[in-house]
């Protein structure tokens, strides 16, 4: 069983304002947002806490203050979201639930839990953001893997993308591994250290081709084994449905979940 430091920091950690990421914070929610990953997800208003009277005006106001910056929003509910029956306000104003999932389970695992990387012949894990070709690498990747159009070679795109990379090496806590097969990009995945408390992991993804071989589980194993390295107390994930059975077979157990409505 995970420590209970580690499920109070996965139900309970709130994104901070960091290099390429900007919180706004009211007193009914919080907006996240990330201009140069134009997707919903990473640019959602969550943590949503009001009176039923006033949630009519706070989705107003929370779609007014993106609109103003041309992204799509994802509303993230979570099991103390106000009022409880956010869900169908939302699907009343045209709101509905994400198609590429959902509902996510939050899962953790312990930073000592027992996870070892398979043998994938040709498999190397990479730092993805040592240069701009790795982070590109592993951007398509995740884009082929989630059928995302943010892949290649747009000169808009490609100055995006190396605005990215850039922030997350100045934020100083995140990572982002590319996993190759006989030199071949595979997939990626994605780790946000929070040392002690813990460290988030998402964006894990395998192109169709090499599904089925262990590539999932050697990027789990290798960002656990960062975690490990900076004192964080474990993992944490939030789980669609492809991923959550494979994260359970690797220990991950469920705390709480999250339902996403675009």
């Not at 009211?26 to 959602?44: A, C, E, K, V």
């Not at 474990?234 to 996403?260: H, K, N």
Request: aromatic residues 6%.
């Amino acid at each position: 069983m995970a420590a209970v430091s580690l499920i109070d920091f996965a139900k309970n950690h709130r994104q901070e304002a960091s290099p390429g990421v900007e919180v706004i914070i009211t007193p009914h929610y919080r907006i996240t947002l990330m201009p140069d990953f134009p997707l919903p997800g990473p640019n959602s208003v969550g943590w949503i806490r009001c009176k039923p009277n006033e949630i009519d005006g706070v989705i107003s106001e929370a779609q007014a203050t993106v609109a103003a910056r041309n992204l799509p929003l994802m509303w993230v509910l979570d099991p103390d979201t106000q009022p409880p029956d956010l869900a169908a306000r939302l699907e009343a104003r045209g709101f509905r639930p994400d198609p590429h999932g959902g509902e996510a389970k939050v899962m953790v695992l312990p930073a000592d839990a027992p996870i070892e990387a398979p043998i994938v012949p040709g498999l190397e894990i990479h730092d993805a953001l040592a240069d701009p070709a790795a982070f590109k690498a592993a951007n398509d990747a995740a884009a082929e893997a989630f059928g995302s159009d943010l892949r290649g070679d747009d000169p808009k795109l490609l100055a995006m993308n190396e605005r990215r990379r850039k922030d997350a090496i100045s934020s100083g806590n995140r990572r982002l591994l590319l996993a190759s097969v006989n030199g071949e990009p595979a997939g990626s995945g994605s780790l946000t250290l929070f040392p002690p408390r813990g460290a988030y992991i998402n964006g894990g993804s395998v192109r169709p081709k090499f599904r089925g071989l262990g590539v999932y589980r050697a990027l789990v194993a290798a960002r656990l084994e960062i975690a490990r390295e900076v004192g964080a107390a474990g993992l944490v994930v939030q789980a669609g449905a492809m991923s959550e059975p494979i994260l359970s077979r690797l220990g991950f157990e469920p705390v709480s979940w999250r339902r996403y409505y675009v």
